[in-house]
């Protein structure tokens, strides 16, 4: 791996991150999201990819966490040990994350506690597409998509032993990641098998994790020890091992992997807290602190299978199938250690495309994706029947050049969704088994304005069917402290997408601006409902001006701890703008010095008005980053405003500054590289709370954190 010198930072694009020295040293990375295989300056859509020391820099957490400073992407963090990434304002099911090209079949979409079952540690790199412009993997996805890639399954087969690991310790929480990766090739045979662990105790933040005390002067006494500087319930184990073996011949490869994940993670700020008559909880009460609260055991079994097909046939380049095998399971535990609620869930997910030669100048891919998905859950807080989900889906993407430079793209696709109800409802009404058919157009094109300068314009319509939780939530979703309504009326969300995309992708001057629109109609929300329910005992329902409160079977109860929501159908706009730009100021000599800046803003809001809930506020920052020899270090600073376009009954979110750096040094000895590394994370030690976190008010990111690693990269000569 190149060293810290060789990447700039997020703020710079994707094709700019691996090196430094000279445009001429620039490695290819290819997009392996696109059904193009090419770099990201050759795609008609923006592309950002993270790669390298880039990320390598960024490892450390979840996937959410390592994507949280790219523009255009945020955290909806729920704790340290969850984040799933939001794009452009919108995050659950409209955020599609593959991992290969395949989704990861977890729980993750239907509710904000659940993590995403992807460990960051094996990735090579990480992908984004923002919009709903990769119709291969479905139009249902209208933010944006994550493909986290590996090695594991290659093209190519890579000769004799290549070793990796990393090991790393940061100051708050004991936090230790570990991780280790062997590959080995050898004829037209690829092995590989990679590791990882990540601990950490519970979290400091500075001052009050819950909201309503940060005024409160802190006296120091017992009553509130603590819950000052510490998110209680907030340690971690996360765990990750596979094997992986392939064949590649000159006809084509063939190839297997499997891979095994497993998290136990506390819920921070007692989203999830039930009320325990036992003797320990009240003498816990009676010291004013409760150390109630619930533990995610995740763990997942995932088989991947990959083929692919040269000159399959005459007047076709390739033929490629992928198939993921996922046996999931999901519990949350409570504070006694019994299981509350178990989440199954059972999945097979394939894509076969097939491309061809180009005809009059098209080139193309044309596939079909089937998925088959067993969901059940079952506990107190099974508020999602067991649902059966099948889905079919035929695509068509076609691309060809025209002018001197210039590319125009056409896709389409049209999926046949279908939920069957599989066991009893909580419901007291009937759930019928429903079937959704949508269709998706996607058109783009790049203009070469001049060398190394692109004008890109991408517009979309992409439907998404409304999901099983949307359709037939009915019960107490304690992650989110309310009681959540379905509504089996839903129609398809329809998203319309415009973008426009104008940057210089080389040289010493790199920059890139976006601005966009996306008007989703009959978008789906979580509606908190004020309908009186009969409050003043007058025998009539009517709006008394407060949101209603239930108890966990859905009876009124003014002073019951869940919010009655539902879902409900509105038409709604997003749009915003992204900038990022870089400047080489000592690009020769002995000292190189990069300079970068960016900044990004998204509105979220009911097309007749009103704001949209959990909205990313505006972010602008600045960065360097230099290499001395076997120095390198790396600085950041970045201001996020305060967010006070909230939805009805949402809190706003304080601004806050945050201040990173990074210092390495590297040897090199034989075909060994190592790398010490220290980094410094939240140097400020900032109260920062994520507008996107359905935790805001009672769990803040954590404080200042030092890390001091070692990673090691071993490739002996052949």
Same mark, same amino acid.
């Given at each position: ?203 400091? =933040? @500075? +001052?009050? &994790?819950?909201?309503?005390?940060? *005024?409160? /002067?802190?006296?120091?006494?017992? $009553? !509130? #020890? ?40 506390? =819920? @921070? +700020?007692? &989203?999830?807290?039930?009320?325990? *008559?036992? /003797?320990?909880?009240?003498?816990? $009460? !009676? #010291? ?58 059972? $999945? ?60 125009? $793209? ?309």
């Amino acid at each position: 791996m190149t060293s810290l010198a060789l990447a700039l930072s997020w703020s710079l694009p994707a094709h700019t991150q691996q090196a430094e020295e000279d445009d001429t040293a620039v490695p290819t990375i290819v997009v392996e999201a696109s059904p193009f295989k090419r770099s990201s300056e050759e795609l008609v859509q923006p592309v950002d990819v993270l790669s390298g020391e880039a990320l390598e820099r960024r490892r450390n957490g979840t996937i959410g966490d390592v994507l949280a400073d790219r523009p255009g992407v945020s955290n909806a963090s729920f704790g340290p040990g969850v984040g799933r990434p939001v794009i452009r304002g919108q995050g659950g099911p409209r955020v599609q994350i593959l991992d290969n090209g395949i989704g990861t079949m977890d729980a993750s979409s239907i509710s904000a506690d659940h993590a995403v079952s992807v460990d960051p540690q094996n990735a090579e790199q990480i992908e984004i597409i923002k919009g709903p412009a990769t119709l291969i993997y479905g139009g249902g996805a209208s933010a944006g998509l994550v493909n986290v890639v590996d090695d594991r399954l290659p093209d190519a087969v890579t000769p004799g032993l290549r070793a990796g690991g990393n090991f790393s310790y940061g100051s708050n929480a004991d936090e230790k990641t570990r991780s280790a990766k062997l590959r080995y090739g050898v004829g037209p045979w690829q092995f590989g098998t990679q590791y990882s662990l990540r601990t950490a105790g519970d979290f400091s =933040v @500075p +001052g009050f &994790a819950t909201r309503q005390h940060e *005024e409160i /002067e802190h006296d120091h006494g017992h $009553e !509130e #020890a603590d819950s000052f500087n510490i998110l209680d319930n907030s340690s971690l184990r996360t765990e990750s091992y596979g094997a992986s073996t392939a064949f590649v011949g000159s006809r084509g490869m063939l190839g297997a992997a499997v891979t095994r994940f497993e998290t136990n993670y506390g =819920v @921070p +700020g007692h &989203a999830h807290a039930h009320e325990h *008559e036992h /003797e320990e909880g009240e003498q816990e $009460e !009676e #010291a004013g602190h409760s150390h109630e609260g619930v533990r995610i055991d995740l763990e997942q079994t995932r088989v991947d299978l990959r083929g692919k097909l040269y000159a399959p046939m005459r007047g076709f380049e390739a033929l490629e199938a992928r198939i993921g095998v996922n046996d999931y399971r999901h519990k949350e535990i409570e504070q006694s250690g019994a299981i509350g609620t178990q989440f199954d869930v059972t $999945e097979v997910e394939a894509r076969v495309q097939l491309s061809h030669e180009p005809i009059a100048a098209w080139k193309g891919v044309t596939g079909l994706q089937l998925s088959d998905r067993d969901f059940e859950a079952v506990g107190a807080e099974a508020f999602v029947p067991p649902t059966k989900t099948r889905g079919v889906g035929l695509f068509v993407v076609e691309q060809r050049p025209f002018g001197t430079g210039h590319q125009l $793209e056409l896709g389409g696709r049209v999926d046949r969704l279908e939920h069957e109800i599989d066991g009893v409802s909580n419901a007291p009404f009937a759930q019928r088994d429903q079937g959704f058919t949508t269709y998706s157009l996607s058109a783009g094109s790049a203009f070469a304005l001049g060398e190394h300068l692109h004008l890109r314009l991408n517009a979309q319509r992409a439907q998404r069917a409304p999901s099983t939780e949307e359709l037939y939530a009915y019960g107490p979703h304690l992650a989110t402290s309310s009681f959540e309504r379905g509504d089996q009326s839903l129609d398809p969300e329809t998203a319309n997408n415009i973008e426009i995309t104008l940057g210089r992708d080389s040289g010493r001057f790199t920059w890139e601006g976006s601005v966009y629109y996306n008007r989703i109609n009959d978008y789906v929300y979580l509606q908190e409902i004020d309908s009186g329910l009969d409050a003043d005992g007058s025998g009539t329902a009517s709006s008394d001006g407060v949101a209603d409160r239930v108890d966990e079977s859905g009876q009124f109860d003014a002073e019951g701890e869940l919010l009655l929501v539902d879902h409900r159908q509105r038409n709604a706009e997003f749009y915003g703008a992204e900038i990022q730009a870089g400047y080489k100021l000592l690009a020769s000599g002995p000292l190189k010095l990069n300079l970068r800046t960016f900044g990004d803003v998204v509105r979220g809001e009911f097309a007749r008005g009103g704001d949209l809930p959990r909205i990313t506020p505006a972010r602008a920052g600045i960065g360097a980053d230099a290499r001395i020899g076997a120095l390198t270090g790396d600085i950041s600073y970045q201001r996020t405003v305060r967010q006070e376009r909230t939805a009805a009954l949402e809190t706003d979110t304080p601004g806050y500054d945050l201040l990173s750096a990074d210092l390495g040094y590297v040897l090199k000895f034989g075909g060994a590289q190592a790398t010490f590394y220290v980094r410094g994370r939240n140097l400020l030690d900032e109260r920062i709370r994520l507008s996107t976190s359905f935790l805001k008010d009672v769990a803040p990111l954590p404080g200042r954190s030092i890390f001091t690693g070692l990673r090691i990269d071993f490739t002996p000569a052949i």
